[in-house]
């Protein structure tokens, strides 16, 4: 079963043995409009059946792109808020 998308080893265990994860075949329509969250696995995860399926599916989104058909799909993840953001980047220096 290839991943695409999980990197941390924990990711990749919960989309794998976790019986809370609704996995379904990739639809590019549902996955560009589907909402994530960034601070815990996701819940609902796209399966597919080879990297050549995949590259398909970027060629397609490529296309949809230039014509102007993603106008109006999810937002994508959640705005930063400034506070949060300025905290981080102090704390890292």
Same mark, same amino acid.
């Given at each position: #079963? /290839?991943?695409?998308? /999980?990197? &941390?080893?924990? $990711?990749? $265990? !919960?989309?794998?043995?976790? /019986? ?12 560009? =409009? ?5 601070? !815990?696995?996701? /819940?609902?995860?796209? #399966? ?16 949809? #792109?230039? $014509?102007?058909?993603?106008? !109006?799909? &999810? ?5 930063? =808020?400034? &506070? ?10």
């Amino acid at each position: #079963m /290839p991943q695409f998308g /999980p990197h &941390a080893y924990g $990711e990749i $265990e !919960h989309a794998i043995e976790s /019986p809370d994860v609704q996995r379904y075949p990739i639809q590019l329509e549902w996955a560009i =409009n589907q909402g994530f969250e960034i601070d !815990h696995y996701q /819940p609902l995860l796209f #399966m597919g059946d080879s990297f050549d399926d995949l590259f398909s599916l970027v060629d397609r989104l490529e296309r949809w #792109m230039k $014509e102007g058909k993603l106008s !109006h799909v &999810a937002q994508g993840e959640p705005s930063v =808020n400034e &506070a949060d953001l300025k905290s981080f980047l102090e704390a890292a220096v």
